[in-house]
């Protein structure tokens, strides 16, 4: 509780990025995360979980993959684990650019083309995701305003001053490119 965090809207960019992929018509959609346990990642997959259940698509577990990290090779696990299932997911909402890009990869590999076959939205929205072929879709963190409030909060707390919150979450945006 004594501990300053400056974050992003997690939850809200989760259903977000699901809300776009339903809006094209998905009704497959699956969640490739990264850690677990971590509150981003949950924050994001209970984004993703609330979008379904809104637009009255059932939570499919098998449409939910925790990669244990939030890099490429989460990506490219899950997408392989998807690609035993029956019935293939239509579009995947990557926990990070860094997940998507590992899909995107083996997406390729693998004949499966974006968007065209599978949809695929990230999140970070960094500038990895803005140059991959195709371009992907992602929900961007305001990072640079998070750093802002970061110093803010450590310069107010080193005056003595006393914060109004703890916890302060920034809102994410959706940037629709290519993979979508």
Not at 18 to 46: D, F, P, S, V
Not at 77 to 87: Q, R, S
Not at 134 to 161: H, K, T, Y
Request: hydrophobic residues 40%; glycine residues 12%; proline residues 3%.
């Amino acid at each position: 509780a004594d501990v300053v965090s400056i974050g992003a809207t997690n939850w809200a960019g989760g259903k977000a990025a699901t809300e776009h992929l339903l809006e094209l018509g998905h009704r497959r959609i699956a969640y490739i995360g990264g850690i677990e346990k971590a509150e981003c990642n949950q924050a994001r997959l209970h984004g993703y979980m609330a979008a379904l259940m809104a637009h009255g698509v059932p939570v499919d577990p098998q449409y939910i993959y925790s990669g244990g990290r939030f890099r490429r090779e989460s990506g490219v696990k899950g997408l392989k684990a998807l690609l035993e299932l029956d019935k293939l997911p239509t579009a995947i909402f990557a926990g990070s650019d860094t997940i998507a890009l590992g899909i995107l990869g083996e997406a390729g590999r693998h004949g499966i083309r974006v968007p065209e076959d599978l949809s695929l939205i990230g999140f970070d929205g960094t500038n990895q995701g803005e140059e991959s072929v195709p371009s992907l879709s992602s929900v961007a963190q305001p990072l640079e305003e998070m750093g802002r409030a970061a110093l803010r909060s450590v310069l107010r707390q080193a005056r003595g001053e006393v914060l109004d919150s703890h916890r302060v979450e920034l809102a994410t945006h959706l940037i629709v490119r290519d993979s979508t």
